[in-house]
């Protein structure tokens, strides 16, 4: 049973925007993310087209598919950074679509970009804080229960997170992103760059995340370990929804392998 993550303690948030719409209380079998026909690009061209995926709680939802298919591009427009021209977004039952993404985030979603993911010249108390600015109180019970989930980030709390390694990097982006107890979690190749060794710790806490509760939504530039732990995958193509399923049948699929996954 998820120990948070369905719904944010009223604690979390302070302003008019509580989460906990009722969609967010439904049961645990009820999607928390609703994204139905987004169409998003730059300027005028649409790079993703009518594109409709859902996540459900405690699950890990995947998006693969073959280099600049738009699997960021569709991210960057679930979590506002980029306008969608059509179609919706929901947390539950609330209507998030086009809103910026600050709002976005008081709303129950956290999006951790693959590249930007923190502030490299303040500490990683200073960045964990960051994730804290809309909860109530300094956070510090917060910053802690990060540091009990991420036992790495403790000793380097004073440290510049630029004096980091990738791993650790990463680790704190996903802290930073938890910090206000998201009900949806966005994750873009949460791995990538990482040494190999580094990837399978990073990725055990994707999962370790993923039983606390919360929504996941990966892209994830290793597809085989992706769709081996998603609950359900969606293979985007030039844009589009292609095919869905859960993660292990679309890695026994020999044609979808062969054509997207390769090797
Ligand atoms: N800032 C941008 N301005 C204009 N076009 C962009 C921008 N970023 C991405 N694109 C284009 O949008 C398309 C989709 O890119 P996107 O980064 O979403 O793909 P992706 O599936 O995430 O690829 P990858 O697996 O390489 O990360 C590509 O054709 C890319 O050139
Ligand atoms: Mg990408």
Redo the contacts with the bound molecule.
């Keep these: 049973m998820p120990t948070w993550g369905v719904s944010v303690p009223p604690d979390v948030l302070q302003g008019e925007e509580k989460p906990g719409a009722p969609g967010a209380s439904s049961p645990s079998s009820a999607p928390t993310l609703i994204v139905e026909n987004l169409t998003v690009?730059?300027?005028s061209a649409p790079?993703?087209q009518d594109v409709s995926i859902r996540a459900k709680p405690g699950e890990l939802t995947a998006i693969v598919?073959?280099?600049?298919?738009?699997?960021?591009?569709?991210l960057?427009g679930i979590a506002g950074v980029l306008r969608s021209t059509t179609g919706s977004v929901r947390i539950g039952d609330d209507d998030v679509t086009n809103l910026v993404p600050e709002r976005i985030v008081r709303r129950g979603l956290s999006y951790v970009p693959?590249v930007a993911n923190v502030f490299p010249s303040l500490s990683v108390r200073e960045n964990l804080e960051m994730g804290w600015y809309i909860g109530h109180g300094d956070g510090k019970h917060r910053v802690e229960e990060m540091c009990e989930m991420f036992p790495a980030l403790r000793d380097s709390l004073h440290r510049p997170a630029r004096t980091l390694s990738g791993g650790q990097r990463m680790m704190l982006a996903f802290a930073r992103g938890l910090m206000l107890k998201p009900k949806v979690l966005l994750l873009?190749?949460p791995t990538a760059g990482l040494a190999p060794k580094i990837v399978e710790q990073v990725w055990s806490h994707v999962l370790e995340i993923k039983a606390s509760g919360p929504a996941i939504l990966v892209?994830e530039?290793n597809t085989r370990r992706s769709l081996r732990d998603a609950d359900w995958g969606y293979v985007?193509t030039n844009?589009r929804n292609n095919l869905e399923g859960p993660g292990p049948e679309l890695l026994a699929d020999k044609d979808l392998v062969r054509l997207y996954i390769g090797g």
């Design positions: 690009g730059y300027g790079v993703v598919g073959p280099n600049g298919a738009g699997k960021s591009t569709l960057k693959q873009d190749e892209v530039q985007l844009g």
